[in-house]
């Protein structure tokens, strides 16, 4: 399986056996009030998992170095002392971004946040993308109220250019340079 050290946490492909766990954070109102789309009922998240989700992971995981043509990758962030699921750092391509809009996402439960772990998550997940594959540009949105998701995203060394609109919300752009990345 996929997983990638982040120190207390780790990041590892999404499993069946993560459904409950996904389908209980993603439906809490901390969360889905900024990751609408992310909430479901336990069946749709299920048939997510199953049929899209891991497959994606696979495809994306097989293309590498090489991802322009994938979709995205979904990864769990699971505590490394005690393997509990809490919550999921991602990579996609954001239609509404200009290009190249592939973007960095993210989701912890509400028993999780302030701790660190999403800052490392996202670190992990940049480290990856620019050491093993052929990404050169990442972004990351965030609705200005979300302020915890705004500091992770500038702690991780974007740089906000601008707002955009997205399903008539503005949300903060931020944009991290793989060349600024490894001048760091």
Not at 97 to 114: C, D, M, Q, V, W
Not at 138 to 161: D, H, P
Request: proline letters at 3%; glycine letters at 6%.
């Amino acid at each position: 399986m996929f997983t990638i050290d982040c120190g207390d946490i780790l990041l590892r492909e999404f499993q069946v056996e993560d459904v409950d766990a996904i389908y209980e954070i993603t439906n809490q109102p901390e969360v889905y009030e900024f990751l609408p789309d992310w909430k479901s009922t336990r069946e749709q998240r299920f048939n997510w998992v199953t049929n899209y989700e891991i497959p994606s992971n696979k495809s994306f995981l097989e293309a590498v170095p090489n991802i322009e043509e994938q979709r995205y990758l979904r990864l769990g962030i699971v505590l490394k002392e005690t393997g509990e699921f809490i919550g999921f750092c991602t990579t996609g391509i954001k239609e509404e971004l200009p290009a190249p809009n592939r973007e960095i996402a993210f989701g912890i439960s509400k028993y999780h946040t302030n701790k660190g772990y999403t800052s490392l998550a996202v670190k992990g997940l940049i480290q990856f993308l620019f050491a093993n594959t052929n990404v050169e540009c990442l972004n990351a949105v965030a609705l200005e109220r979300n302020v915890g998701s705004n500091r992770v995203i500038q702690k991780n060394g974007f740089e906000f250019v601008g707002q955009i609109e997205i399903d008539k919300e503005l949300h903060n752009h931020y944009v991290l340079q793989k060349s600024e990345w490894q001048g760091r």
